[in-house]
C-alpha cells in the first residue's frame, strides 16, 4: 500500500529538523511520538531515510545553495571510476562477500553502454552513416554498426533517431521488450518504469516487433507501448513531445504528475505530488534544464505552491 502524501512529508519535515542540530529533547520526543502514533509514519520515516542516503553529497553540503554542485562533482567522480567500481564489485561478488543479486544485469550493462548520458544531460551524436541521434537524461546506448545491418541497443532512458539513408541495411533499435525497425523515419523510443517499452514515429514509419513475436507497423503521428509479449493498439502521437531534444517540455492537457516526472528527470532529488493536485492540467512550455524556474512558472498559474524542506525533497502541494 503506498504511503500518503501528508506523512511523507511530515517526515521530511521531521529528517530536516533532526538533522539540522537545532532539535532540543522537546522536539525529539515530539518526532518519537509522531512516529509512534501509526504503521503509516513509520513508514514513511523509513522511506525518508531510504531515499536520504541516495541523496549523500547534498547533505555533505553545508550550504544547500551549493547543493548543485555538490553533487554535479560527485557524479564526475563516479563516472571516472566506474570500471574500477565494477571491476571491485566482481572480484567481492566471486569471494562470496556480495551477491550478484545485488546488481542487475541492465543496470550493469547501463554503466559500460558506448554512449551514456547524466541526469539532466541531453546529448546529440552523429553515427558513421549520418544518423543523429538524441540521448535524453540517464541514458545509455550500444551502438553495433555491421556491413549487413546497424543496430542500436536502448539500455536505459530514452533516444530520439533521426535516420539517414542507407538502402543496403536496415536500421534497428533493441529494447529488452523487442525491436523497431526503422524505415526511413524519425522516432522516439523509450523504456518505461512499468517493463515495457514505448515508441512514438513522428515521420516516416517503424516496424515494431515485440519479443515474443508480435509484430505491427506505425505511420507517422502513431505512438505504441509494447511488453514481451503484446504491443498495444496504436495511438496518435503528439508531435510537441519532440520538443524535448531541444531542452523544452511543451504540455498539452498534461497532467500536473505528468509534467513533474518529466522535471524530476532532469535533477537530482525526490519529487512529490500531493494527490489533491496531480491531476491538475498543464498547458505551456517549460525549461527541462531549470527545473526550479518551470516549478515557479507552475505555481504562478495553478494553485499550488513549492516547497523544499531538505535541499533534495521538494514537495508540490495544494495552495493554503
Request: proline residues 5%; hydrophobic residues 45%; aromatic residues 6%.
Amino acid at each position: 500500500m503506498p504511503t500518503p502524501h501528508l506523512a511523507l512529508e511530515q517526515a521530511a519535515e521531521w529528517f530536516a529538523l533532526l538533522r539540522s542540530g537545532e532539535a532540543g529533547e522537546a522536539e525529539r520526543g515530539a518526532w518519537r511520538a509522531w512516529l509512534a502514533a501509526s504503521e503509516a509514519h513509520r513508514s514513511a520515516w523509513a522511506q525518508v531515510e531510504r531515499i536520504s542516503r541516495r541523496f549523500e553529497p547534498i547533505q555533505a553540503s553545508p550550504d544547500p545553495r551549493s547543493a548543485g554542485a555538490v553533487l554535479q562533482a560527485a557524479q564526475g567522480r563516479a563516472q571516472r571510476g566506474r570500471r574500477r567500481v565494477l571491476l571491485g564489485a566482481a572480484a567481492l561478488a566471486g569471494a562470496g562477500a556480495l551477491g550478484w543479486g545485488l546488481w542487475r544485469e541492465d543496470a550493469l550493462a547501463a554503466l559500460l553502454a558506448d554512449q551514456r548520458s547524466g541526469i539532466g544531460e541531453l546529448r546529440e551524436l552523429v553515427l558513421a552513416d549520418g544518423t543523429r541521434v538524441w540521448l535524453g537524461p540517464a541514458s545509455a546506448l550500444d551502438v553495433d554498426y555491421r556491413p549487413a545491418l546497424r543496430r542500436l541497443r536502448l539500455r536505459a532512458g530514452e533516444v530520439f533517431v533521426e535516420t539517414a539513408h542507407d538502402a543496403a541495411r536496415d536500421f534497428v533499435v533493441d529494447t529488452p521488450h523487442g525491436r523497431a525497425r526503422a524505415l526511413g523515419t524519425r522516432f522516439e523510443l523509450r523504456l518505461r518504469d512499468d517493463a515495457r517499452s514505448a515508441l512514438a514515429v513522428y515521420e516516416g514509419a517503424v516496424e515494431v516487433r515485440s519479443a515474443g513475436g508480435a509484430t505491427t507497423v506505425l505511420r507517422a503521428g502513431q505512438q505504441t507501448r509494447f511488453d514481451r509479449g503484446a504491443i498495444e493498439t496504436p495511438a496518435d502521437a503528439d508531435p510537441a513531445r519532440q520538443a524535448w531534444t531541444r531542452g523544452i517540455l511543451i504540455a498539452q492537457d498534461m497532467a500536473l504528475a505528468e509534467v513533474v516526472a518529466e522535471l524530476a528527470r532532469y535533477q537530482r532529488g525526490h519529487f512529490a505530488v500531493a494527490p489533491e493536485v496531480a491531476g491538475l492540467r498543464v498547458v505551456g512550455s517549460f525549461p527541462l534544464h531549470d527545473t526550479g524556474r518551470a516549478l515557479a512558472m507552475l505555481a504562478r498559474v495553478l494553485p499550488i505552491e513549492v516547497r523544499r524542506p531538505l535541499p533534495w525533497w521538494t514537495a508540490i502541494e495544494a495552495k493554503k
